[in-house]
């Protein structure tokens, strides 16, 4: 249990400087730039490394030394951080940020899978759901809060001292993992290479190949990330910065309330399904149709313009969480255990595809119709609303 602690408490530690990295970053930019249409291509960019750290994260868990692997990318996080401090005054602004920011979404999907393969070393039955829990737990934390601080300490510390803090913290949390004692901690027979995940990603393909179900939960998916996701994502920054013309502790803020949302989605999910469980994601995914262009309607009364961000983007989030949970069960339930990890992480990347495709459209949309971002918002509702009954409609038919 002391190894769980130390692995916990290092991730705590690494997973709150990404997620403030993460949100700095960009925020940092669009201050700067005054673009959302960059703002919007610059995360969608740093999104494509990510995509890659899924896909071999698993296979590196597996085949290398957790606690030296945990560290390494630690280590690596940590150089990063120091040398785009040290040289933001000198290099050109665009293609740093965009260098830090794919190699944070890289790590952080590298470091996950790691941490979870440790979790059958050290516990066992109860202690392995429990440990399970809380490492979720930490991660939804460290969203919700890094955000929130990271807001705080860049008006504080300026962008230089936020990445010395955040370096900090990764090579703190590289120490504690180079003093983990993982029993079992060894390598497999299997090398890991490029062949190796060739084969993996083969074999997920020619199962593929004849679910239509598991494709068509996949093609919900990649709507939501391609239509629905981005809108808020990309443009609740863009109204709160350059629309409302709030402080980064305020959008800090906003972020930590639609973390909340996500987090009581996810508690209700629990509840919900068991209850009244559903064989259809499309009342989930109108609901969110519906709370975009709910949110593009209250946002034109002035008055009612943050706190319907508050109140919506919570709502859109606790649904998107609801929606997420019922996908991946879906998923349990379609795909033989012997197929699942691979072919997870095949489906989860194949839907994630079309997020920053979203997520650049989308900025490039704030920033045409900078003067009416509402109708941006009700735009995006009221098409995937569309999208997705063409969609039904042709599956029915």
């Excluded at 201050?31 to 960059?38: F, K």
Aim: proline residues 5%.
């Amino acid at each position: 249990m002391n190894t769980f602690f130390l692995i916990v408490l290092g991730q705590i530690v690494s997973l709150f400087g990404n997620a403030a990295l993460r949100f700095a970053l960009p925020l940092y930019l669009l201050r700067q730039t005054g673009s959302a249409a960059l703002y919007g291509g610059i995360t969608a960019l740093a999104m494509l490394p990510a995509l890659a750290g899924m896909l071999t994260g698993g296979a590196l868990a597996d085949r290398c030394r957790k606690a030296r692997l945990m560290a390494l990318l630690d280590l690596v996080t940590a150089g990063i951080s120091a040398a785009a401090a040290a040289g933001l005054p000198h290099l050109p602004l665009l293609p740093l940020v965009l260098t830090v920011l794919g190699s944070l979404y890289a790590i952080q999907g590298l470091y996950q899978p790691v941490v979870r393969a440790c979790l059958p070393l050290l516990l066992n039955g109860t202690q392995l759901l429990r440990g399970n829990a809380v490492i979720q737990l930490v991660d939804t934390v460290d969203e919700l809060l890094g955000p929130l601080l990271g807001a705080v300490l860049l008006e504080h510390l300026g962008i230089r001292g936020l990445l010395v803090l955040c370096g900090c913290c990764f090579a703190l949390s590289a120490g504690i993992e180079l003093c983990l004692c993982i029993p079992q901690d060894v390598p497999s027979d299997t090398r890991l290479s490029v062949r190796s995940l060739c084969t993996d990603l083969r074999e997920s393909a020619q199962f593929l190949t004849g679910q239509a179900a598991v494709l068509r939960l996949a093609a919900a998916m990649a709507a939501v990330n391609l239509l629905e996701v981005p809108a808020l994502t990309v443009g609740v920054p863009v109204l709160v910065v350059q629309t409302l013309q709030k402080s980064d502790a305020s959008l800090g803020l906003v972020q930590a309330v639609l973390s909340a949302g996500g987090i009581l989605g996810g508690v209700l999910a629990g509840t919900v399904f068991v209850r009244h469980p559903i064989r259809s994601g499309t009342p989930l995914l109108l609901a969110l149709s519906g709370v975009c262009a709910a949110l593009g309607l209250t946002l034109r009364v002035p008055t009612l313009q943050f706190g319907s961000i508050l109140v919506l983007g919570a709502v859109f989030m606790a649904v998107a969480a609801l929606f997420n949970v019922w996908f991946f069960a879906q998923l349990q339930v379609l795909v033989p255990q012997a197929q699942l990890g691979k072919t997870t992480a095949c489906l989860s990347v194949l839907a994630c595809l079309t997020q920053p495709i979203g997520q650049a459209a989308y900025g490039s949309a704030f920033q045409h119709w900078a003067a009416h971002p509402a109708d941006v918002l009700l735009a995006a509702g009221v098409l995937s609303a569309l999208v997705l009954w063409l969609l039904q409609t042709r599956r029915t038919a």
